[in-house]
Protein backbone atom coordinates (compact mmCIF):
# COMPACT_ATOMS: atom_id res chain seq x y z
CA UNK A 1 0.00 0.00 0.00
CA UNK A 2 1.83 3.24 -0.84
CA UNK A 3 2.59 5.78 1.79
CA UNK A 4 -0.09 8.51 2.30
CA UNK A 5 1.53 11.93 1.60
CA UNK A 6 1.72 14.42 4.75
CA UNK A 7 0.20 17.50 4.00
CA UNK A 8 2.99 19.32 6.40
CA UNK A 9 6.84 19.32 5.92
CA UNK A 10 9.41 18.16 8.42
CA UNK A 11 10.45 19.43 11.37
CA UNK A 12 11.26 22.99 10.06
CA UNK A 13 8.48 24.02 8.67
CA UNK A 14 5.82 22.73 11.25
CA UNK A 15 5.88 25.99 13.38
CA UNK A 16 7.05 29.44 13.95
CA UNK A 17 10.35 29.78 16.36
CA UNK A 18 9.66 31.58 19.25
CA UNK A 19 12.40 33.67 18.30
CA UNK A 20 10.07 34.54 15.09
CA UNK A 21 7.19 35.61 17.86
CA UNK A 22 9.50 37.55 19.52
CA UNK A 23 10.88 39.41 16.59
CA UNK A 24 7.26 40.00 15.36
CA UNK A 25 6.07 41.52 18.81
CA UNK A 26 8.90 43.85 18.95
CA UNK A 27 8.34 44.84 15.33
CA UNK A 28 4.61 45.57 15.68
CA UNK A 29 5.30 47.68 19.01
CA UNK A 30 8.00 49.81 17.01
CA UNK A 31 5.41 50.05 14.06
CA UNK A 32 7.66 48.11 11.55
CA UNK A 33 5.63 46.51 8.92
CA UNK A 34 5.83 42.85 8.99
CA UNK A 35 4.40 40.12 7.99
CA UNK A 36 2.25 38.14 11.13
CA UNK A 37 3.88 34.20 11.33
CA UNK A 38 1.23 32.28 10.47
CA UNK A 39 -0.29 29.79 13.42
CA UNK A 40 -0.07 26.57 12.24
CA UNK A 41 -2.60 24.21 11.39
CA UNK A 42 -3.73 21.96 13.96
CA UNK A 43 -2.01 18.95 12.03
CA UNK A 44 0.85 20.75 12.11
CA UNK A 45 0.78 21.16 15.52
CA UNK A 46 0.68 17.37 16.19
CA UNK A 47 3.86 17.30 14.14
CA UNK A 48 5.61 20.02 16.30
CA UNK A 49 4.70 18.41 19.60
CA UNK A 50 6.18 15.00 18.41
CA UNK A 51 9.41 16.87 16.76
CA UNK A 52 9.77 18.66 19.99
CA UNK A 53 9.08 15.25 22.23
CA UNK A 54 12.52 13.82 20.05
CA UNK A 55 14.40 17.16 20.92
CA UNK A 56 13.87 16.88 24.43
CA UNK A 57 14.58 13.09 24.39
CA UNK A 58 17.65 13.96 22.54
CA UNK A 59 18.86 17.03 25.30
CA UNK A 60 18.01 14.10 28.10
CA UNK A 61 20.57 11.58 26.35
CA UNK A 62 23.07 14.46 25.60
CA UNK A 63 26.70 13.79 27.30
CA UNK A 64 25.02 11.01 29.22
CA UNK A 65 26.80 6.70 28.95
CA UNK A 66 25.87 3.79 30.37
CA UNK A 67 27.69 2.04 32.68
CA UNK A 68 31.01 -0.52 31.46
CA UNK A 69 31.69 -3.61 33.15
CA UNK A 70 34.48 -6.00 32.77
CA UNK A 71 35.92 -8.89 33.98
CA UNK A 72 37.48 -9.87 37.28
CA UNK A 73 40.30 -11.89 38.23
CA UNK A 74 39.13 -15.17 40.60
CA UNK A 75 40.39 -14.80 44.14
CA UNK A 76 39.41 -17.07 47.34
CA UNK A 77 37.11 -15.85 48.37
CA UNK A 78 35.14 -16.41 45.05
CA UNK A 79 34.17 -13.36 43.86
CA UNK A 80 30.53 -12.67 41.73
CA UNK A 81 31.75 -12.57 37.81
CA UNK A 82 31.27 -9.83 35.58
CA UNK A 83 29.87 -8.29 33.16
CA UNK A 84 30.01 -4.23 31.90
CA UNK A 85 27.86 -1.15 30.18
CA UNK A 86 28.70 0.27 27.59
CA UNK A 87 28.53 4.22 26.44
CA UNK A 88 25.22 5.09 25.25
CA UNK A 89 24.88 5.50 21.77
CA UNK A 90 23.36 9.12 20.95
CA UNK A 91 20.17 9.64 20.01
CA UNK A 92 19.72 9.52 15.77
CA UNK A 93 17.86 12.33 14.12
CA UNK A 94 16.97 13.67 17.14
CA UNK A 95 14.70 10.38 17.46
CA UNK A 96 16.42 7.02 18.60
CA UNK A 97 18.37 6.76 21.57
CA UNK A 98 20.36 3.42 21.98
CA UNK A 99 21.86 2.40 25.07
CA UNK A 100 24.15 -0.33 26.51
CA UNK A 101 25.26 -2.27 29.62
CA UNK A 102 27.71 -5.16 29.22
CA UNK A 103 28.92 -7.82 32.07
CA UNK A 104 31.54 -10.48 31.54
CA UNK A 105 32.30 -13.05 33.66
CA UNK A 106 34.61 -14.13 36.54
CA UNK A 107 34.99 -15.51 40.27
CA UNK A 108 31.36 -16.77 41.19
CA UNK A 109 32.02 -18.90 37.85
CA UNK A 110 35.40 -20.34 39.08
CA UNK A 111 33.35 -20.94 42.41
CA UNK A 112 30.39 -23.00 40.27
CA UNK A 113 33.02 -24.57 38.46
CA UNK A 114 34.87 -26.03 41.05
CA UNK A 115 31.79 -27.18 43.19
CA UNK A 116 30.81 -28.93 40.16
CA UNK A 117 34.16 -30.62 39.72
CA UNK A 118 33.93 -31.85 43.76
CA UNK A 119 30.42 -33.22 43.21
CA UNK A 120 30.66 -34.69 39.31
CA UNK A 121 33.79 -34.68 38.10
CA UNK A 122 33.74 -36.56 34.82
CA UNK A 123 30.54 -34.63 33.81
CA UNK A 124 32.64 -31.29 35.05
CA UNK A 125 35.57 -31.50 33.45
CA UNK A 126 34.07 -33.25 29.82
CA UNK A 127 34.25 -29.74 28.45
CA UNK A 128 37.76 -28.80 28.96
CA UNK A 129 40.65 -29.81 26.62
CA UNK A 130 41.41 -32.71 25.52
CA UNK A 131 38.05 -33.89 26.96
CA UNK A 132 39.29 -34.49 30.74
CA UNK A 133 36.07 -36.01 32.35
CA UNK A 134 35.09 -37.85 29.32
CA UNK A 135 31.25 -37.59 30.96
CA UNK A 136 27.67 -36.67 29.19
CA UNK A 137 27.40 -33.65 31.50
CA UNK A 138 25.19 -33.61 34.71
CA UNK A 139 21.22 -33.53 33.60
CA UNK A 140 19.88 -36.59 34.69
CA UNK A 141 19.39 -39.45 31.94
CA UNK A 142 20.06 -36.57 29.28
CA UNK A 143 16.35 -35.82 29.91
CA UNK A 144 15.83 -31.57 29.54
CA UNK A 145 13.22 -29.92 32.07
CA UNK A 146 9.50 -29.32 31.01
CA UNK A 147 9.70 -25.21 29.11
CA UNK A 148 8.12 -22.50 31.23
CA UNK A 149 4.84 -20.98 30.27
CA UNK A 150 5.17 -17.88 28.18
CA UNK A 151 6.03 -14.97 30.43
CA UNK A 152 2.51 -12.68 30.30
CA UNK A 153 3.89 -10.13 33.05
CA UNK A 154 7.17 -8.45 34.55
CA UNK A 155 8.41 -11.49 37.15
CA UNK A 156 8.87 -10.63 40.61
CA UNK A 157 12.26 -12.03 41.30
CA UNK A 158 14.98 -13.78 39.48
CA UNK A 159 14.71 -17.57 38.31
CA UNK A 160 16.18 -20.18 40.81
CA UNK A 161 19.26 -21.59 40.26
CA UNK A 162 20.05 -25.11 38.18
CA UNK A 163 22.75 -27.55 38.51
CA UNK A 164 25.22 -28.16 35.88
CA UNK A 165 27.50 -26.57 33.58
CA UNK A 166 27.88 -26.06 29.62
CA UNK A 167 28.78 -27.99 27.20
CA UNK A 168 28.70 -28.45 23.50
CA UNK A 169 26.21 -31.12 23.76
CA UNK A 170 24.09 -29.31 26.55
CA UNK A 171 25.37 -25.47 26.48
CA UNK A 172 22.35 -24.28 28.96
CA UNK A 173 23.41 -26.93 31.45
CA UNK A 174 23.33 -25.18 34.68
CA UNK A 175 21.39 -22.19 33.26
CA UNK A 176 17.47 -20.61 33.44
CA UNK A 177 17.24 -20.61 29.91
CA UNK A 178 17.51 -24.89 30.18
CA UNK A 179 13.37 -24.11 30.28
CA UNK A 180 13.33 -21.58 28.08
CA UNK A 181 11.38 -21.72 24.77
CA UNK A 182 14.14 -21.57 21.20
CA UNK A 183 14.00 -19.36 18.38
CA UNK A 184 11.79 -16.99 16.79
CA UNK A 185 8.49 -18.82 17.84
CA UNK A 186 9.59 -17.66 21.66
CA UNK A 187 8.80 -13.69 20.40
CA UNK A 188 4.97 -13.44 20.87
CA UNK A 189 2.79 -11.08 19.00
CA UNK A 190 0.07 -9.51 21.78
CA UNK A 191 -3.78 -9.14 20.45
CA UNK A 192 -3.70 -5.81 17.97
CA UNK A 193 -6.80 -3.69 19.37
CA UNK A 194 -6.91 -0.03 18.36
CA UNK A 195 -5.03 2.05 20.94
CA UNK A 196 -5.02 5.89 21.51
CA UNK A 197 -6.58 6.58 18.15
CA UNK A 198 -3.88 4.45 16.41
CA UNK A 199 -6.41 1.66 14.07
CA UNK A 200 -6.07 -2.10 15.19
CA UNK A 201 -4.32 -3.15 11.64
CA UNK A 202 -1.81 -0.55 12.08
CA UNK A 203 -0.38 -1.68 16.01
CA UNK A 204 -0.54 -4.94 14.18
CA UNK A 205 1.89 -3.79 11.39
CA UNK A 206 4.23 -2.59 13.91
CA UNK A 207 4.03 -5.74 16.65
CA UNK A 208 4.57 -7.87 13.21
CA UNK A 209 7.94 -5.18 12.59
CA UNK A 210 9.27 -5.08 16.40
CA UNK A 211 9.12 -8.73 15.78
CA UNK A 212 10.86 -9.21 12.46
CA UNK A 213 13.57 -6.40 14.01
CA UNK A 214 14.47 -8.70 16.70
CA UNK A 215 14.75 -12.01 14.92
CA UNK A 216 16.85 -10.51 12.50
CA UNK A 217 19.16 -8.32 14.50
CA UNK A 218 19.25 -11.06 17.20
CA UNK A 219 18.18 -14.87 15.43
CA UNK A 220 19.69 -14.30 12.45
CA UNK A 221 22.73 -17.14 11.54
CA UNK A 222 24.66 -14.99 9.46
CA UNK A 223 23.97 -11.85 11.17
CA UNK A 224 25.17 -13.82 14.60
CA UNK A 225 28.56 -14.83 12.68
CA UNK A 226 29.05 -11.09 11.97
CA UNK A 227 27.51 -10.57 8.70
CA UNK A 228 25.63 -7.07 8.10
CA UNK A 229 22.20 -7.49 9.31
CA UNK A 230 20.39 -5.96 5.90
CA UNK A 231 16.93 -7.62 6.80
CA UNK A 232 16.83 -5.52 10.38
CA UNK A 233 18.40 -2.60 8.57
CA UNK A 234 15.27 -2.42 5.69
CA UNK A 235 13.30 -2.76 8.14
CA UNK A 236 13.71 0.83 9.71
CA UNK A 237 11.42 3.68 8.03
CA UNK A 238 13.92 5.74 5.68
CA UNK A 239 12.30 8.57 7.34
CA UNK A 240 14.88 8.39 10.47
CA UNK A 241 17.92 9.08 8.33
CA UNK A 242 20.03 9.88 11.10
CA UNK A 243 19.42 6.57 13.16
CA UNK A 244 20.01 4.16 9.81
CA UNK A 245 23.47 6.36 8.56
CA UNK A 246 24.32 5.80 12.35
CA UNK A 247 23.70 2.57 12.23
CA UNK A 248 25.63 1.62 9.12
CA UNK A 249 28.17 4.15 10.20
CA UNK A 250 28.37 1.55 13.25
CA UNK A 251 28.76 -1.50 10.95
CA UNK A 252 31.11 0.17 8.23
CA UNK A 253 33.68 1.47 11.29
CA UNK A 254 32.96 0.38 15.37
CA UNK A 255 34.13 2.77 17.56
CA UNK A 256 34.04 2.93 21.28
CA UNK A 257 30.77 5.18 20.93
CA UNK A 258 28.97 3.88 18.19
CA UNK A 259 28.91 -0.02 18.40
CA UNK A 260 26.67 -2.05 16.34
CA UNK A 261 26.56 -4.70 19.23
CA UNK A 262 24.08 -2.13 20.83
CA UNK A 263 21.66 -3.12 18.23
CA UNK A 264 22.98 -6.42 16.67
CA UNK A 265 24.43 -9.68 18.59
CA UNK A 266 27.26 -10.89 16.50
CA UNK A 267 30.63 -13.21 17.21
CA UNK A 268 33.69 -13.80 15.55
CA UNK A 269 33.21 -16.92 14.12
CA UNK A 270 37.16 -17.41 14.04
CA UNK A 271 36.81 -17.15 17.64
CA UNK A 272 33.79 -19.11 19.13
CA UNK A 273 31.18 -21.38 17.60
CA UNK A 274 27.84 -20.85 18.39
CA UNK A 275 26.38 -24.37 19.88
CA UNK A 276 22.64 -25.31 19.83
CA UNK A 277 19.72 -22.78 19.18
CA UNK A 278 19.22 -19.11 20.78
CA UNK A 279 17.04 -19.68 24.22
CA UNK A 280 14.30 -16.83 24.55
CA UNK A 281 11.95 -15.50 26.96
CA UNK A 282 10.18 -12.13 27.43
CA UNK A 283 7.09 -10.18 26.26
CA UNK A 284 5.64 -7.83 23.80
CA UNK A 285 3.02 -5.26 25.31
CA UNK A 286 1.09 -2.07 23.49
CA UNK A 287 0.74 1.22 25.68
CA UNK A 288 -1.08 4.80 24.60
CA UNK A 289 1.65 7.20 24.01
CA UNK A 290 0.69 9.93 26.82
CA UNK A 291 1.61 12.86 25.60
CA UNK A 292 0.08 12.76 22.02
CA UNK A 293 -3.19 11.95 20.71
CA UNK A 294 -3.14 8.78 17.49
CA UNK A 295 0.35 7.17 19.15
CA UNK A 296 0.97 4.00 20.89
CA UNK A 297 4.07 2.98 21.73
CA UNK A 298 5.33 -1.02 21.55
CA UNK A 299 7.88 -2.03 23.98
CA UNK A 300 9.46 -5.18 23.72
CA UNK A 301 11.76 -6.89 26.19
CA UNK A 302 13.54 -10.13 25.59
CA UNK A 303 16.58 -11.87 27.13
CA UNK A 304 18.30 -14.05 24.75
CA UNK A 305 20.54 -16.43 25.62
CA UNK A 306 23.79 -17.84 23.24
CA UNK A 307 25.55 -20.90 23.87
CA UNK A 308 28.80 -20.45 22.38
CA UNK A 309 32.06 -22.90 22.52
CA UNK A 310 35.63 -22.44 21.63
CA UNK A 311 35.95 -22.75 17.58
CA UNK A 312 37.24 -26.04 17.11
CA UNK A 313 37.27 -26.48 21.14
CA UNK A 314 35.27 -27.83 23.83
CA UNK A 315 34.95 -25.39 26.16
CA UNK A 316 31.28 -24.02 26.54
CA UNK A 317 30.25 -20.74 27.86
CA UNK A 318 27.00 -18.70 27.58
CA UNK A 319 26.27 -14.94 26.73
CA UNK A 320 22.91 -13.53 27.57
CA UNK A 321 21.97 -10.41 25.77
CA UNK A 322 18.53 -8.83 26.82
CA UNK A 323 17.41 -5.72 24.64
CA UNK A 324 14.54 -3.85 25.33
CA UNK A 325 13.15 -2.15 21.73
CA UNK A 326 10.48 0.71 22.18
CA UNK A 327 8.80 1.52 18.62
CA UNK A 328 6.21 3.77 17.73
CA UNK A 329 3.23 2.96 15.84
CA UNK A 330 1.48 6.36 14.44
CA UNK A 331 -1.93 6.99 12.47
CA UNK A 332 -0.74 7.86 9.76
CA UNK A 333 -3.14 10.22 8.82
CA UNK A 334 -2.08 12.43 11.49
CA UNK A 335 1.78 11.61 11.73
CA UNK A 336 4.37 11.03 8.66
CA UNK A 337 6.02 7.68 8.70
CA UNK A 338 6.12 5.17 5.88
CA UNK A 339 3.97 2.22 5.43
CA UNK A 340 5.49 -1.45 5.96
CA UNK A 341 8.83 0.27 8.10
CA UNK A 342 9.31 0.36 11.96
CA UNK A 343 9.64 4.01 13.60
CA UNK A 344 12.22 3.24 16.27
CA UNK A 345 12.04 4.97 19.57
CA UNK A 346 14.47 4.12 21.64
CA UNK A 347 16.86 0.74 22.29
CA UNK A 348 18.54 -0.55 25.15
CA UNK A 349 20.39 -3.12 25.79
CA UNK A 350 22.38 -5.27 28.70
CA UNK A 351 25.47 -7.94 27.41
CA UNK A 352 26.48 -10.74 30.35
CA UNK A 353 29.34 -12.29 29.53
CA UNK A 354 31.61 -9.61 26.80
CA UNK A 355 34.86 -7.91 28.03
CA UNK A 356 34.97 -4.08 28.22
CA UNK A 357 36.40 -3.74 24.69
CA UNK A 358 34.37 -1.43 23.01
CA UNK A 359 34.08 -0.33 18.97
CA UNK A 360 35.50 -4.07 17.32
CA UNK A 361 31.82 -4.82 16.31
CA UNK A 362 31.50 -7.99 18.14
CA UNK A 363 30.60 -9.65 21.23
CA UNK A 364 33.46 -10.95 22.96
CA UNK A 365 33.03 -14.20 25.62
CA UNK A 366 35.37 -15.18 28.56
CA UNK A 367 35.94 -18.90 29.07
CA UNK A 368 36.47 -20.29 32.21
CA UNK A 369 40.34 -20.93 31.38
CA UNK A 370 41.09 -17.56 30.90
CA UNK A 371 39.39 -16.12 33.95
CA UNK A 372 42.71 -17.23 35.84
CA UNK A 373 44.64 -14.83 34.38
CA UNK A 374 41.70 -12.37 34.36
CA UNK A 375 42.60 -8.57 35.91
CA UNK A 376 40.98 -8.32 39.27
CA UNK A 377 37.68 -6.28 38.31
CA UNK A 378 35.46 -4.69 40.82
CA UNK A 379 31.87 -3.02 40.56
CA UNK A 380 28.13 -3.25 40.73
CA UNK A 381 26.94 -7.22 40.38
CA UNK A 382 23.73 -8.38 38.50
CA UNK A 383 21.82 -11.44 38.01
CA UNK A 384 21.41 -11.02 33.94
CA UNK A 385 18.97 -13.65 34.05
CA UNK A 386 16.56 -11.50 36.51
CA UNK A 387 13.97 -9.95 34.51
CA UNK A 388 12.18 -8.24 37.52
CA UNK A 389 13.83 -5.36 37.03
CA UNK A 390 14.82 -2.68 34.60
CA UNK A 391 18.11 -2.72 31.80
CA UNK A 392 20.81 0.09 33.19
CA UNK A 393 20.83 2.79 31.61
CA UNK A 394 23.12 5.09 33.54
CA UNK A 395 26.27 5.35 35.08
CA UNK A 396 29.85 5.94 34.95
CA UNK A 397 30.87 4.50 30.96
CA UNK A 398 34.45 3.73 32.86
CA UNK A 399 33.04 1.19 35.56
CA UNK A 400 33.55 -2.40 35.12
CA UNK A 401 30.78 -4.61 37.21
CA UNK A 402 30.18 -8.24 37.37
CA UNK A 403 27.05 -10.68 36.93
CA UNK A 404 27.16 -13.38 39.39
CA UNK A 405 25.88 -16.49 36.68
CA UNK A 406 26.29 -17.09 33.31
Same mark, same amino acid.
Given at each position: MPEKPSEESRPASAAPTDDVWEQFLRESEAGVPASAPKEPSARARMGTERLRAMDEARAAAAGRKGRRFGKRKPVA???????????????MNGRASRRRTVWSVAGVLTAAVLAAVAVNPSAALSWLPGGLGGGEGTEAAGAEASPLAPETARPTGAPGEAEGIPTRDRPFAGSPAARWEAGADAIRLPEAK @??????? %?? *?????? !????? +??? #?????????? @??????? %?? *?????? !????? +??? #?????????????????????????????????RMTVAPDKEAEGRAVITADYTFVYGVARAGGDETTRVIVRRVLRVD?????????????????????????????????LINPSFFSELRTASPQAGQTRDPYDRSTEVSRDGDPDECGVVTRT
Open positions: PAQPEGWRTGPAWQE @AVNGVPA %AR *VEEALR !GAKEF +LVA #ANLDPAVLKG @AEPVKAL %AL *VDPLEA !GHLAD +LRS #ALRSPTEDNDPVSTFTRFDPRKVDLVGEVRVRGAADLGRYQGTEGRLWIRDHASEIGNDDCRWGDG
